[in-house]
């Protein structure tokens, strides 16, 4: 998907935006939202080139904190919003933002479906194990057992094993970075905005107020980077069990990665060939007519 390129670039002083962030000290979202701001400068994407859509959550509360052309939906909702504006404008980089909460429960069917779709967009998980926008709710991803506002016995439900659950869908991109790690959020979401078609963004990051089990220091210490240990990406038996398996050692870095296969505005049949885009194509059209045979 061409990507249009400034001659001189932008700068990360181009994403900024007056709206001050009212996240809690200490939480994960700035090092996404830096992150992703240093992604978009390096690949050279102004923020008028761009579409960055968020989902409601406390990740979604950054929407104004920056430039660009942004959307912020219904919980849930975010992706049916994000691959319609991509497959109605190819030309737009569109990465949707979404937290573990409604990710993972209320929009698990857009996620799957979005998967197997093979939308050519960037889906960035905003993972801090609770719900923090309610007040520290238990998420389908926070640990069995554990005490949580809304269930001070301990979460009763099994935990869902996210990144099994993904691979099961058989993605063609999935990394997972450290929210903490700049360097690496930045990394990772260039490999993820340049990739063919659907890249699923797994990025851990605290929640001081609510999370009290996954905490920034605990992520520093289990956090490894594959490609440090010759960890090869075209590998999807290795790459799910390295993802997986976060018992001792949480495994990041592009984990897994194919483009070899079609993404879905390459198979839609009435597109191909066409060198202009759905919105381009938008023209006047008189509906006089129709509306009498309505009325
Ligand atoms: Fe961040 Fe948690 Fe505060 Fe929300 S409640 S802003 S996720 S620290
Ligand atoms: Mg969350």
Redesign the pocket.
């Known amino acids: 998907m061409a990507i249009k390129l400034d001659a001189t670039g932008p700068m990360m002083k181009d994403y900024h935006s007056d709206n001050r962030c009212t996240w809690c000290d200490g939480c994960g979202n700035y090092g996404i939202w830096t992150g992703v701001k240093s992604a978009l400068t390096e690949l050279k994407i102004a923020p008028d080139q761009c579409l960055l859509c968020f989902d409601v ?2 990740h979604g509360n950054g929407s104004d904190k920056l430039k660009g052309y942004r959307f912020h939906g219904l919980h849930g909702r975010v992706l049916p919003f994000a691959a319609g504006a991509k497959i109605a404008n190819p030309k737009l980089p569109v990465i949707a933002f979404g ?3 409604a990710s993972f429960s209320e929009g698990i069917g857009h996620l799957v479906h979005a998967v197997r779709s093979h939308y050519p967009i960037t889906f960035v998980l ?7 926008l309610t007040t520290g709710q238990s ?1 389908s991803l926070t640990p069995q057992g554990q005490p949580m506002n809304t269930a001070p016995n301990g979460m009763p439900e099994m935990t869902l094993n996210s990144m099994d659950f993904i691979f099961s869908l058989e993605p063609t991109f999935v990394a997972r970075a450290f929210s903490g790690d700049i360097k690496q959020v930045t990394a990772v979401l260039k490999e993820a905005i340049r990739h063919r078609g659907f890249a699923f963004v797994d990025i851990l990051q605290a ?1 001081p107020t609510y999370n009290k089990f996954a905490t920034h220091t605990m992520l520093m210490e289990k956090y490894y980077k594959v490609e440090d240990e010759g960890h090869d990406p075209t590998d999807f038996k290795k790459a799910r069990a390295l993802a997986i398996d976060t018992s001792k050692r949480i495994a990041t870095g592009i984990l897994y990665r194919t483009e070899n296969v079609p993404n879905f505005y390459e198979r839609l049949v009435p597109r191909q060939g066409k060198t202009t885009t759905a919105v381009e194509e938008v023209e006047k059209f008189d509906v006089t007519e129709l509306m009498k045979e309505l009325l």
């Open positions: 959550g406390c937290g573990d909460g905003h993972n801090n194990g609770n719900y923090g998420s929640c």
